[in-house]
């Protein structure tokens, strides 16, 4: 399989050699927004233009297929009717008209791939023949996108956040395999559900295993069951999670936590869909969709070898990358209300909303736990409101900190917050609170330390100490 793997590798890069040659370091100097894809429709190349004007990272997009991650009428066009097309996107970015030229590449008429172009200038030659730009969609704005019901409750104003549920959306629509990927808290569970509902499987079971929650022992009988007297302890024939979910979907939650030896297990489930039972000689087979999640970076660990490769591949068919809340801060304000609503409806609870100054608060602290850490919250500051609007003084120190830092400078700032009846918070509680602070502020380990005149290797065994990092 490596050897195959390789091949596959090598071919790909002489390719992506065949189609960007030498033109990387000119199309990387224009302003202009430059994307190309080669014959098998993945994306080969992508300028620093292109990247600020959608605010991808290149390292994200390359190698993905463009059904999967443009969401471009004009070059998926032109990539499959293999004839250049002029348009506009169906959505604008910063308010700016989007104008996209993409055309087929031929060498000595084998075709090679697409290249598309886009600017937010219209281009001089079409100022007074407008009608030639065909409009490729009749809505203009990003918001108008449809999802239907199920990505409806997700709530999100972002733009980010609609893309990645316009690809999810589609994904529902087909039985390919979807890796849901993003941070802890994010909603990857929730997206998963959502394409599970709006999947024509929906009347069918759905299955959830956390493969980082079950002891590597455990997670082979877990998921393929066994036969009775299998092993010691055994004393009943059980069915797995593969047959549980079978004719339904399997979504299998932090994936990158999977041990290396039930990797390839999967994977051939994947791929031939039959297993056996353990301690079991019969075939059995299975037929489930699967999705997938991880906030882990899976190209790291197949890097480092703790990931298989062809697992890998196996699984990224569609990539879905949910940001994370700090990338998509406008959602803060309606998932704040959205969660009011909810939890008052579950405690009793009347709060009705948060200050200004906790709105800006939240805004600038920058949500490690994501949407998860933002509803926990909410929790429990409804549950020990004293008014009915939640004011800065009550929402925790290592929150409030940043906004009087940000707001009032250091200097302002109060540097002993002692807590409602006087009494003083434990040496410890300073430390992790203003560790936890150094670290918002400044992102890493290095700069922390120095800012607080310690060693990064104290901030790290610290911050691993109290729970602030992994
Ligand atoms: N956009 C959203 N709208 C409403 N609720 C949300 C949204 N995103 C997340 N949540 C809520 O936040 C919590 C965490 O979401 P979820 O469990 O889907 O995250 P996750 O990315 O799967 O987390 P983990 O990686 O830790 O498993 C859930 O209670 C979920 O309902």
Redesign the pocket.
Known sequence: MAKVTSIHKKKKAESIEAINGDFNCVFDCIDEGVVIVNNEGEIVYANPAYEGMFRVSRTTIIGKNIFCVLNDDAMIKAFKQKKKIKGKLNYCINTNQIYVSASPIYEENHFKGAIGIYTDKLPNNEQNHLSKIVPLNQSNEISEIKVNNYFQ????NSRN?KEALFVAERASKVPSTVLIR???????????KAIYYSSNRKNKPFIRVNCGAIPSALLESELFGHEQGAFTGAIKKKIGKFEEANGGTLFL??IGDMPIDMQVKILRVLQEKEFERVGGNETIKCDVRFLA?T?RNLEELVKKEEFREDLYYRLNVISVH?PSLRERIE?IND?CI?FIDKINAKTGCGVKGISKEVEEAFYQYNWPG???EL?NLMESLIVLAEGDIIQLSEIPHYISNIYHINNYGIKDSPLINTGKKGELPTLEEYEKEIIKLALDKYGSFNAAGKALGVTHRTIALKARKYNIVD
């Open positions: 409750k997700i709530v999100t956040m993003g941070e802890s808290g994010t909603g990857k569970e929730l997206v998963a939650d932090e999640a906030h949910i959602d998932l959205y994501n949407v998860r509803e």
